[in-house]
T-cell receptor, first 115, second 110 residues
């Protein structure tokens, strides 16, 4: 079946602009995760959804970052007043039930460049 | 919180040789340890994982070992092939999120 998909694949924006990144998880997966990967680093956790609710948002760096999952499927990561330091690849993953030992399947990522 | 260290950062081997990547973790409550392979421009792909109730798992040319007492786990790739060239990440989880190592760039020369 289809894997996790993310759009757009690339996004270039100017400092101070607002951006939205979209994630479509694997059908039937109740858990959805956002990670951020800077060049040469491993992915870093941002936020985790169980169904429609954010169960853990401890990784969001500041209040410019916000994510929603209104119907328990597609999720949108929103970044306000973008800064050059926000440039990274934003990865989305989903798992079947969100248990700590569930496999997380990753999408291809959205490469965000803030000029 | 959990901290995962990964070594080496780069590894070059001749085709057919074995490759070993090692990781250590800090949180004794961690109970799930996946390994991901990431190719350029793609998302991480799970290649093997191990849960804390076993010490070793093997899948064809890939094996993972876990030492809970020492809090370290390792990835072993035997009979390496050029298509094994990629960046490999270890991770640990004790709850809802994965904590990743910094990655190992593996190059397999024909």
């Amino acid at each position: 079946g289809a894997g996790v998909s993310q759009t757009p694949s690339n996004k270039v924006t100017e400092k101070g602009k607002y951006v939205e990144l979209r994630c479509d998880p694997i059908s039937g997966h109740t858990a959805l995760y956002w990670y951020r990967q800077s060049l040469g680093q491993g992915p870093e956790f941002l936020i985790y959804f169980q169904g429609t609710g954010a169960a853990d948002d401890s990784g969001l760096p500041n209040d410019r970052f916000f994510a929603v999952r209104p119907e328990g499927s597609v999720s949108t990561l929103k970044i306000q007043r973008t800064e050059r330091g926000d440039s990274a690849v934003y990865l989305c993953a989903s798992s079947l039930a969100g248990q700590g030992t569930d496999t997380q399947y990753f999408g291809p990522g959205t490469r965000l460049t803030v000029l | 919180g959990e901290n995962v260290e990964q070594h080496p950062s780069t590894l070059s081997v001749q085709e057919g040789d074995s490759a070993v990547i090692k990781c250590t973790y800090s949180d004794s409550a961690s109970n799930y340890f996946p390994w991901y392979k990431q190719e350029l421009g793609k998302g991480p792909q799970l290649i093997i994982d191990i849960r804390s109730n076993v010490g070793e798992k093997k899948d064809q040319r890939i094996a993972v070992t876990l030492n809970k007492t020492a809090k370290h786990f390792s990835l072993h790739i035997t009979e390496t092939q050029p298509e094994d060239s990629a960046v490999y990440f270890c991770a640990a989880s004790s709850g809802d999120k994965l904590i990743f190592g910094t990655g190992t760039r593996l190059q397999v020369f024909p």
